[in-house]
Each structure stands twice: as structure tokens, then as C-alpha cells.
């Protein structure tokens, strides 16, 4: 690992390693050690005392106090050679290199250099989740064979960096998704968008979160497996004509619901807040009781909560994904939480209209502009009621009115006016299963 990294870069899998290890050790070789050197004065200690007893990690906030001094991975380096704490060191070896940041995925670390990649053999590698009771396990060998070696008769969707296969192994069924090189992609790109998304499902499980069974690689190719959700993606359901029957009030509600709670626990989570980039309707899967599995992490970017939550970076991004992406990050490359609130008021738009976040025709339309244009040009949000999907029934004046004006605000064009994720799930919590008497109907422009 370079020495030079800044310790609030360092992977949260391996920081969380590093933190487990000092905090089981004894005074010299655990957080006490660890404090003597770095920390100014015994009050810190006192105080990390008290966070220790009502179970927070001591080792965790000693380590992001002292990472916002710029503190690099050579510092703590230092600090652990003359604790002669030698496990530790070992995590930040360099003979280990980036891979160690997924170690507790892997049966053994990949080679630490690109020279080496193209000769590995990946055939006896695999991962899975451990502790977790999978119904069975899938193979590399299954996979392997139950693709036809990633036979293009096996797929079934593409992405712009990845490929899903159907895998059958007894009376299961799996979804295994590829990393493919795009226009040349180098393997780091690729290792990368793998190991981002290992470490998400690795860190932050969460009933409307898809579960990870499996990873793999082989070569330079790397594969990760999951449930097999027979009802596809949101996207599917409300904008292919030949999916029935079309997703009910109730149904879309639960939709909505489930997809909050699951940003809304990658935002709050420990030790990183998780921001997404990718929040899409496809990217919402569906299991057989249309509960929403949010999917798709490897453009995901951690950041600790003790630093500034915007950033700059550039995401790789699509046709399909522009709709749902706001200004700031269009324009300036502004990463933050802000964003996912964003792209989550988009795909509430999608859900209760049955259109899309960008048509095609014409001239490209946006959704969200739509909305957000009806409301300017008449000054009232029941002017938006007239776009609500037909084919999902009546819906109640109260619940439609509140979800419209909830997707608007989330789609402020100023971050600083959309909504946290604890504010949208407040919300949300406020709308009941209600049936849909006729005299509550919403009442349109059009009738």
C-alpha cells in the first residue's frame, strides 16, 4: 500500500480489520498503546474511555480524529513499528498491496502487480459471505457451467460495464454478474468497480439491500453472484407494455419505502457514509413479493462522517443515467449525499407517473423538468396530478400530493434545499395503506 495514502482513503474493509485488532489487544498492543502516541493529551484518553464503554470502537475514533491532521499510511506505520505491533503491520505491508483491502473475501491475496494478472489462476478462488445461511452454495465450477463458459445464450442484461447470466443449479436459480472491459478498460478499472461493491454488500447489509452470495475471479475476469429475482428491475415493470399486471398504489408505495430505507442506511452508516452515484430504476430490483432490492454499488464512493460529505470525482455515466444525475454533478463534478437524494426524487417521479427519467423523444425530455416545469408554470402542485399513471388505479388526493411534493423536493436544483434521507423517510412514514374511495380521487387539469 503507498505510504503516502491518506489514512480517510484507506479502505474501510481493511480499516476495520486494522480497528478490531487493536481494540482486542492488551494495554501496550491495543488502543491505550496506540493513544500514548498519538493523541495530545489524557483528556482525548479519558474521553475515548467513555466512548469505549457505551460500545463504540475506541480504536476507530482515535484513528479518523487523528486521520483529519492529514495523517498518512506511513504515519501509522511508524506509530505501530514502535509498538511492535506486527499484526497490524501487517495489513499495510507492501508485499500485501491494495488486495488486502478485501482479504476477508479472498482464500488467499491476488498478486500485488498488473505484470503478474494475466498468468493467475483464479479456478480454486471463490467467496462467499460467511456466518450468513445460504439455502445452497454456487461453485466457480457451477458458474462456469451453468454460464457455458459466459455463453451469450446464457445472458440476460447488459450494462454499460457489466453482464448478467442465469445460472441454474438444482431447484435455485442465481444471477452472476460480469465486469467486462469497456473500450480497453484496464484491469485496475475493472478490480476496482469489483472490490467497491464487495466491500458495500461486505459492510452494509440491509433487508432492501440485494444480497451478495458469492465473488469470484479467474484471469482477469472477475464475477459476483446473486439471488435470481424472477420479477427483474423496476424499470421493466413500468415501462415494458408486455409486464402485467402493473404495479398498484400499494405496491409502488412499498416500493418507494423500501428503496428510502435502504439509502437511508448507506447514508447513516458506520464507519462510512455511502454515496451511491447510481440510484436508477434498473438498478431497484424486485423479489417474488415486489419488495425493492437496491443494486449496483460499484461506482459507490465511502467517505467517513467526520469529513466534508462533497467531493469531487467524475462517475462514468450513460444516456440512461443522465436523467437521474442533478446539476451540480453534471456541471462540476459535485459528489455528495445530496445527489442520491436527487436520483432517489427522480425514480419517485418514474414511479408514480409510469414514465421515464429521459425520453428519447422528444428533445431528450426530462421528467423531472416536466414536473418541476407545471409546477412553475401554474404555481401548484396539483397541476402535476394530471401525469400520474393511469394504469395503477385511483390513488388518494393525500398520498399522490405527498409523494409529488416529496420527488420535487428532492430535486431542488439547490443541494442545500433537498431533503435528508432521515427528512424523506419521516415523510414517507406519515402515509398509511389507505383504500381509495371515488370522492378522493385526484382531480386533474384534463378532467
Not at 436544483?413 to 370522492?439: A, D, F, H
Amino acid at each position: 500500500m503507498d505510504s503516502s495514502m491518506y489514512l480517510y482513503d484507506v479502505p474501510p474493509v481493511l480499516m476495520e480489520k486494522f480497528c478490531k485488532i487493536i481494540d482486542s489487544g492488551d494495554d501496550s498492543l491495543g488502543w491505550r498503546g496506540l493513544a500514548a502516541r498519538i493523541v495530545p493529551s489524557w483528556t482525548e484518553v479519558r474521553r475515548t474511555e467513555r466512548l469505549e464503554a457505551i460500545g463504540k470502537s475506541p480504536t476507530r475514533e482515535l484513528i479518523w480524529a487523528w486521520a483529519q491532521q492529514n495523517k498518512t499510511v506511513g504515519d501509522l506505520v511508524k506509530v505501530l513499528e514502535d509498538m511492535c505491533h506486527y499484526r497490524a503491520l501487517q495489513l499495510f505491508s507492501p508485499q500485501v498491496c491494495v488486495f488486502v483491502t478485501t482479504s476477508c473475501f479472498l482464500s488467499h491475496p491476488p498478486p500485488a502487480c498488473e505484470s503478474t494478472l494475466p498468468g493467475w489462476n483464479q479456478s480454486n478462488y471463490h467467496v462467499s459471505s460467511e456466518g450468513r445461511n445460504h439455502r445452497l452454495v454456487i461453485t466457480y465450477s457451477d458458474v462456469i457451467e451453468g454460464t457455458r463458459h459466459f455463453h451469450q445464450d446464457m445472458k440476460i442484461s447488459e450494462g454499460s460495464f457489466s453482464a448478467v447470466y442465469r445460472v441454474v443449479k438444482g431447484n435455485e436459480t442465481f444471477a452472476v454478474k460480469l465486469f467486462k472491459q469497456v473500450q480497453k478498460a484496464s484491469w485496475r478499472k475493472l478490480w476496482d468497480l469489483f472490490r467497491r461493491e464487495m466491500e458495500v454488500h461486505h459492510l452494509y447489509q440491509h433487508p432492501n439491500i440485494l444480497e451478495l452470495l458469492g465473488c469470484y475471479s479467474d484471469g482477469d475476469r472477475y464475477w459476483l453472484v446473486y439471488p435470481y429475482l424472477p420479477n427483474g428491475s423496476l424499470f421493466h415493470r413500468l415501462h415494458d407494455q408486455n409486464a402485467v399486471p402493473p404495479l398498484s398504489w400499494q405496491e409502488r408505495l412499498d416500493i418507494i419505502k423500501g428503496t428510502a430505507k435502504a439509502v437511508h442506511h448507506l447514508h447513516m452508516a458506520q464507519p462510512c457514509t455511502v454515496v451511491c452515484g447510481n440510484i436508477t430504476s434498473s438498478n431497484i430490483l424486485l423479489d417474488e413479493r415486489l419488495q425493492p432490492k437496491l443494486s449496483d454499488f460499484g461506482t459507490a464512493r465511502l467517505r467517513p462522517h467526520s469529513v466534508s460529505q462533497s467531493c469531487t470525482v467524475t462517475l462514468d455515466t450513460t444516456f440512461g443515467t443522465l436523467g437521474y444525475l442533478p446539476e451540480e454533478y453534471i456541471r462540476d463534478g459535485k459528489l455528495s449525499v445530496s445527489l442520491d437524494v436527487f436520483s432517489l426524487g427522480v425514480v419517485i417521479m418514474e414511479i408514480i407517473t409510469g414514465r421515464k427519467a429521459r425520453e428519447e423523444t422528444p428533445k431528450h425530455t426530462l421528467l423531472r423538468n416536466v414536473l418541476r416545469g407545471e409546477v412553475e408554470d401554474t404555481g401548484s402542485v396539483d397541476s402535476c396530478l394530471q401525469y400520474l399513471d393511469p394504469r395503477a388505479g385511483l390513488c388518494p388526493h393525500s398520498m399522490s400530493f405527498t409523494l409529488l411534493r416529496l420527488a420535487l423536493d428532492c430535486t431542488s436544483t439547490r443541494p442545500r434545499n433537498r431533503p435528508t434521507m432521515e427528512n424523506v423517510l419521516q415523510v414517507l412514514s406519515q402515509l398509511l395503506p389507505l383504500p381509495c374511495p371515488p370522492e378522493d380521487q385526484p382531480h386533474t387539469l384534463t378532467g
